[in-house]
């Protein structure tokens, strides 16, 4: 069965430190792969997706993501991170029976000043 | 573009009683709507897809009769809590697929608190 898995509950970065959350999946075929933040009681944020080409994407708000095959993963980074990157951030494939999205659970970000 | 106006944001009912929540696509045709609920501090589990002009398909384990998926139109989809629960209480988020290319939207979410 397809899954998502996201090994870090939860990360503290200094603010202006680099970033980079881990996302490793189980897919068959070539995955849609997609990246979402949730600020909380919020809905959620398409931060970039990867569904084939180039497997360095590039997103919104300075994040970008590289897409290795060889490893199944899908790492979302940034370079400089903002206090208003604290939030939660989800990683998603395109794999359910219905052509949902399939979630990992999620790693919470915090921002030390 | 691509936007899904989800509604109410928050709602508070009482055991016993039914509540609504309305997914309306903006500027496109959500052919199909994903219902997804999620527990606090977890992931979004999906509970049922709903495709224009027919029958809800409901994941295992989430009970039809309780959860009613209503997909009448090409921008609006409803999801009705019968007979809430205080188990019942989570949030709720409709997500749409917009095309093959652009992807997936999302609502922003309705909290439910059953008392």
């Known amino acids: 069965a397809q899954s998502v898995t996201q090994p870090d509950i939860h990360i503290t970065v200094s603010e202006g430190a680099s970033l980079e959350l881990r996302c490793n999946y189980s897919?068959?075929?070539?995955?849609?792969l997609f990246w979402y933040v949730q600020s909380p009681g919020q809905g959620l944020q398409l931060l970039l997706k990867?569904?084939?080409?180039?497997?360095l994407v590039q997103g919104i708000k300075g994040f970008e993501a590289e897409f290795k095959r060889s490893q199944s993963s899908f790492n979302l980074r940034k370079p400089s991170v903002h206090w208003s990157d604290a939030a939660e951030y989800f990683c998603?494939?395109?794999?359910?029976?219905?052509?949902?999205?399939?979630f990992g659970k999620g790693t919470k970000l915090s921002v030390k000043p | 573009g691509a936007v899904v106006s989800q509604h109410p944001s928050r709602v508070i009912c009482k055991s016993g009683t039914s509540v609504k929540i309305e997914c309306r696509s903006l500027d496109f045709q959500a052919t199909t709507m994903f219902w997804y609920r999620q527990f606090p501090k977890q992931s979004l589990m999906l509970m049922a897809t709903?495709?224009?002009?027919?029958?809800?398909?409901?994941e295992q384990g989430v009970e039809k009769d309780k959860f009613l998926i209503n997909h009448a139109s090409l921008t609006l989809s409803t999801l009705t809590v019968t007979s809430a629960h205080p188990e019942d209480s989570s949030f709720y988020i409709c997500s749409a697929r917009v095309s093959a290319a652009y992807g997936y939207t999302f609502g922003s979410g309705t909290r439910l608190t059953v008392v």
């Open positions: 897919y068959g075929a070539t995955p849609y």
């Open positions: 709903s495709n224009e002009g027919s029958k809800a398909t409901y």
């Open positions: 990867y569904f084939s080409g180039d497997t």
């Open positions: 998603a494939v395109r794999g359910g029976s219905q052509g949902n999205l399939i």
